[in-house]
């Protein structure tokens, strides 16, 4: 009976446990000072409780968006073994050219990566975001991908304790009941070692923290910590399946809110 309540236990929790995946695009700083390369690392794992890393293949796409120019970044990979709190995996590291004022969209279409606990495949495709000078040219606008989440508000220097809201979007319409999970970076990678640095929270009981989208696709979270924020609409893509797989296509946005000093 006892073998029985366990696994019935481990079989509703999987579901949390795949969802919980989100997709860096990390970098140590939002707001960029002087002109140069900024490195950056793609890493496919568990930040809040610094937890499991899955292998991440090479990028279908890897670009950013200046000044509503697109910019291939894909030969910048290169890869990186990724050590978290339970694990290590494969991760890459690349590099982002800042020059001009502005914003800087980092945009990632992963390869789609095999949940073999729930048989299916998942595809983040990401965004994140860069600034030089506190010139705002492109993180309001969407990129054109299959599904993506829209900031409404700046998402490079939100303040903690505020508020975000974001749209998701598919093929450029909104998507109404979007599941959107909500991700805290507690744990930040450490860029010269490529290891996870000591977590600087904990989840909160009750498993993954969950918006729902409204009929215009618009949803809204009260930011309650000064860091990086991911948010994951679950599912919201026009794919739906990959080698005769179930397909999660999700939209991935990373913000970063800061304390009033």
């Known amino acids: 009976m006892k073998t029985l309540l366990s696994a019935a236990a481990a079989a509703v929790a999987l579901p949390a446990i795949a969802n919980a995946h989100f997709l860096l695009e990390y970098t140590t700083d939002t707001m960029i000072e002087k002109p140069g390369d900024v ?4 890493i496919f794992w568990h930040p809040f409780e ?13 670009y950013v968006i200046h000044n509503g120019e697109k910019t291939d970044l894909l030969d910048t990979l290169e890869p ?42 998942i595809q983040q495709l990401t965004k994140a975001f860069l ?33 975000f809201t974001g749209r998701v979007l598919a093929d450029g319409q909104p998507v109404a009941g979007a599941e959107i999970e909500i991700e805290y970076m507690a744990a930040e ?16 009981p009750g498993g993954a923290v969950v918006a729902i989208s409204d009929d215009n696709g618009y949803f809204s979270f009260g930011v309650p910590k000064a860091g990086y924020w991911g948010f994951a609409a679950l599912g919201s893509g026009p794919a739906t399946e990959h080698e005769g797989k179930e397909l999660s296509q999700d939209a991935v946005i990373w913000i970063r809110a800061w304390d009033l000093e």
Do not use: C
């Open 80 to 121: 990186i073994r990724f050590t978290g709190g339970e694990n290590e995996g494969a991760a890459f590291k690349g590099s982002v050219p800042v020059k001009r004022s502005g914003d800087y969209v980092l945009v990632t279409v992963p390869q789609p990566y095999y949940e073999e606990s729930e048989d299916i495949y």
């Open 189 to 204: 990678p450490d860029m010269e070692s490529s290891a996870a640095s000591a977590p600087k929270a904990s989840p909160m």
């Open 39 to 42: 490195p950056v690392k793609l």
């Open 131 to 163: 600034n030089r000078n506190e010139l705002p040219t492109d993180w309001m606008n969407p990129v054109g991908l299959p599904t993506e989440i829209i900031p409404l508000n700046k998402p490079t220097n939100i303040i903690a304790g505020s508020t």
């Open 50 to 62: 610094n937890g499991h890393v899955m292998d991440l293949e090479k990028p279908q796409e890897f």
